[in-house]
């Protein structure tokens, strides 16, 4: 490595997905194999260049990443094949990639190569591994099969018909493939000996390169103005007219929801391993930590992982893998409060989880009348009207507050489809209801008792009977009800239709915004390849529909089956209305009070099978927004792109595939807007977006398939679920109707606490709010004061050493009204004082120290593309200065106050 015989790329924990990663996963598996080399190799074990060939589709945030990372050139392979072929004419196959152009500007400029091919080939004719029949060197003249002069031939006609689509003399052949070094001898013995032959004649060069050599190269080529793209990314892509490899943004969707919540309680784990200081080892061994999770979850990043693109059997394994590290993590992170929670020589209880909240299983909550639940909140600002929903049998409960004072409560029953869904796992009978306030990077705790029903007039305000502060209504599913059904709160109503039963209307009740809208579930009909257009057939990669026209989901008569509503003056924490569209799609719609959103939780599946038919599920809004084809999809969680239905920005798109060739990747968000109203749904996880007509949107819930589409799973996407007849999965959209003015700050605060959210523990108790008041903090907060609303606490992790690694996002856009803001460190924490004079600022991959960062500068018709983010460390002020999405990572030394 040192002598600069083996050079390192890309870098990461793994070769991530772009479309259903979180640029917050992306940076951590990132960073793991960044410092990983650093550690190992030194220096020289930097990569320069990052390679991702075999991604299925390119984002413009995972360009923006890897320039603030340091890197000087990016490489990919697959591209829509339209594309290519234009580039191939217009000689534009490398360009600057603008990955930030309103924001970071040239910090985030990358020169970005898409390779020859066929893909990450070797040229046609020229593979030697053992896999290949092309015929070897064979320059022995005694050979009957002597062919020096072909095999010449074959590399001079395939380097010059290469050339042509390049502005350089420089072109790069990429000699190998997937397994193709078994047998490395046969490669380079051959190589060897074409090097020597080709460049015998004079008119080619071959030589042994790197990446790294060639970029630096393509930058010093004299006279070449290069292209630049400061709007587009590389989605969808399309490998033939019917290919388009935009179904995987969905495949295997609860794989991708848990790890949304994985990399969520990853967050809380490092924070906490900072904040609790150093644990001591165990009596059964080491102390745990993090690092078990931090490894599971940057490997679940891969192209064939988070992406759904793997064998059932892997998807087990990484699923095994994350659960692994999240248990690890739970003993950290109860180790860490009853660290914080402790005042004297009392030890706090130990903590314990539940991870199955989502289905109503609990057996803390279900099996004990007293309990406790402490909430942490990871979020650099105080969370209030956060809702908690446990599983519980009694009817009457009291909350009480880390202040002493009783909390507002409502039981609700649990809903018939949960208990379908979780089978004989639980038996809680209701979910007890209550919102939360906890402090910023801090924690509040709650103590829960279970009552009798004989209760004061003043108690029953706090610990009502099952649902007896609202209305609650059973309704048969009949053909029509009496009256539109409505529920609302301060900010919203929601009208559901008297004859269907569905979503009508929203209305904002604050800016008398009224948007007709309809909401339904529908699902398009599989490609199995028995079509006169193509055979290809719709699977993991793939999203291929039959028609253009989904069927709609929808039982006989109206959908409601219960709505649940205040009847009080003070009103309800929650009002719902529950729909069953069909025995395996069902849906609870939720107001909470004090929300400027409506939550939809959806409940999918078992997707039938008996008829053979492949199903693929969406959620559709239809409004009467004015959309003028254009709709808004978030890149990796950060920055959000507009898409233009049927449209490319740079080239003249003929669309064969009218729905896939329009889906999109959602990591966090969709919307759609006109000049007076706004529509944004927030999603729990990764799926696939489109608006494929005018005022409408949808997004892809669930798949399943009977056919495999033939690029490399070599099964079908059939996931048959626990109790194997077919996955069942639960998930939440969450709707905000709003000005376009005002939607940007408020999406991307809630986007922030989505992802962000809460962790939740519990213990059994037997002792009092005064016992608990006394011996324990009931609340604690590790910021002595909380960070703008503008900026993200992004990283909080322990580093070597008593070390930690900071970063903070500017997590506005400049188009969201974001401005530059600046942030005191000195003083900022309250477990530990940071040693302002052992600050180092650092790249994004925290690997290099950002004074010592120098990237190329590329020529372009504007002027030079390419640069270093300004600093945003000033140790003469303990400052860090943010622009608009700019993310600043520091690397300290911690004086610990306790």
Known sequence: VNNGQ??????????????????????????????????????????????????????????????????????????????????????????????????LGKAADLFTGALYGPLYFPPPGLCFSHFCDDPPVQDDPRLHDYNVEERVKTAL???????????????????GSDFNYQAPNMWFKNMDKLIKYTNAGGKVNLLYSTPSCYVYHKNRAAGVQWSYNDTDDYFPYASDAHAFWSGYFTSRPAIKGYV???????????????????????NTGPKPSSQTFRE????????????????????????????????ECQDVVGRALATTMKKGSVEPPVAQFCSYLNISMCSTTEDNDRFTVTVYNPLARQRTGYYLRLPVNGQSYTVTGPDGRPVKTQIMKVTPQTVKVRGPRGNASSELVFPVTVPALGFSTYLVNKTNTRTTMMQSLFMPKAET??????????????????????????????????????????????????????????????????????????????GTEPYQIKTTGSVITKVVKSSQVSGALVQEVHQVFDEWVTQVVRLYAGQRHAEFEWTVGPIPFKDGLGREIITRFDSDIQTEKKFYTDSNGREILERELNYRQTWKLNQTEPVAGNYYPVNSRIFIKD?????????????????????????????RMFYDDNFGVAEALNETGVFGDGLVVRGKHYMMLETPADSSLLHRTLGEQLYMAPAVSFTPNTRTQQYWSSSFHMTYTALKSELPPSVHLLTLELSEGNTAVLRLEHQYQAADGGKAQTVLLQGLFDPFEVVTSSVEELTLGANLHADMLQRLSWNTAEGP?????????????TTVSLQPMQICTLRFQMRRRW
């Open 6 to 103: 083996l050079e390192f790329i890309n870098g990461g924990w793994c070769m991530n997905d772009e479309a259903s990663t979180h640029y917050n996963a992306i940076i951590d598996q990132m960073t793991l194999g960044l410092q990983f080399l650093n550690t190992t190799f030194g220096e020289c074990g930097r990569p320069l260049v990052a390679w991702h060939i075999d991604p299925f589709g390119h984002s413009r945030e995972q360009a923006s990443l890897f320039a603030q990372m340091g890197f000087d050139g990016f490489f990919f392979a697959r591209l829509d094949y339209q594309d290519k072929q234009n580039r191939l004419k217009l000689q534009n196959m490398e360009e600057i990639w603008r990955g930030s152009p309103n924001d």
């Open 157 to 175: 006609n395939r380097s010059l018909e290469q050339a042509k689509s390049y502005q350089t003399n420089h072109i790069m052949w990429t000699m």
């Open 260 to 282: 949304r919540e994985c990399n969520n309680f990853l967050q809380v784990c490092k924070q906490l391993e900072v904040i609790g200081g150093p644990m001591p080892f165990t």
């Open 296 to 327: 599971a979850m940057a490997v679940a990043q891969h192209h064939d992982a988070v992406s759904g693109t793997e064998k059932q059997h892997v998807a087990n394994d990484y699923a095994m893998r994350l659960h692994a590290g999240a248990v």
């Open 469 to 546: 502060n609202v209305v609650s209504m059973m309704i048969p599913q009949a053909p029509v009800l009496r009256e539109d059904t409505k529920i609302q709160n301060e900010y919203l109503s929601l009208t559901f239709d008297s004859t269907t039963g569905q979503l009508k209307t929203v209305t904002n009740l604050k800016k008398k915004l009224i948007l007709n809208v309809h909401q339904g579930f529908y699902w398009y009909n599989s490609s199995t390849g028995n079509n006169n257009a193509s055979s290809q057939k719709s699977g993991a990669y793939i999203f291929r529909p039959n």
């Open 675 to 703: 000049k007076t109203k706004q529509l944004t749904i927030l999603t729990d996880r990764s799926q696939g977006g489109a608006s494929l007509k005018n005022g409408s949107l949808e997004l892809m819930v669930h798949r």
């Open 865 to 877: 593309k390419g640069g270093v983010a300004p600093r945003c460390w000033d140790p003469s002020s």
